[in-house]
């Protein structure tokens, strides 16, 4: 596992997600790009930060899933937060 230094890390992980989820919201279309968005940013944070063992056993590759869709959750609520904002001052 790589350890993530700073602030950059939750900036890489959230920040794809939570502009996905403003411009979904603004514009009004389904909440499955926001999914979608979370998914593919679970699987970098999973192959890039969180690598499963050499093994590649079952266990290690939920252990990994998971605890990298919760990096990305802390990441997007903490990045979606000031974006959304600024959406509604500038509104």
């Known amino acids: 596992m790589k350890k993530p230094e700073g ?3 939750y ?3 959230g920040l794809p997600v939570a ?3 403003v411009i979904t919201g603004q514009l009004g279309l389904s909440g499955l790009y926001n999914l979608l968005a979370g998914l ?3 699987l ?3 192959f890039v930060y969180f690598k ?3 093994r590649k056993s079952s266990s290690s590759i939920a252990a ?3 605890m990298s869709l919760t990096f990305v959750l802390i990441a997007t609520f903490f990045t979606a937060l000031p974006l959304w904002m600024l ?3 500038l509104k």
Request: net charge neutral; proline share 4%.
């Open 7 to 9: 602030y950059s890390f």
């Open 40 to 42: 593919i940013m679970t």
């Open 87 to 89: 959406v509604l001052v």
């Open 19 to 21: 502009i996905a989820t």
């Open 11 to 13: 900036l890489v992980l």
């Open 64 to 66: 990994s899933f998971f």
């Open 52 to 54: 499963p063992n050499g």
């Open 44 to 46: 970098f944070s999973m």
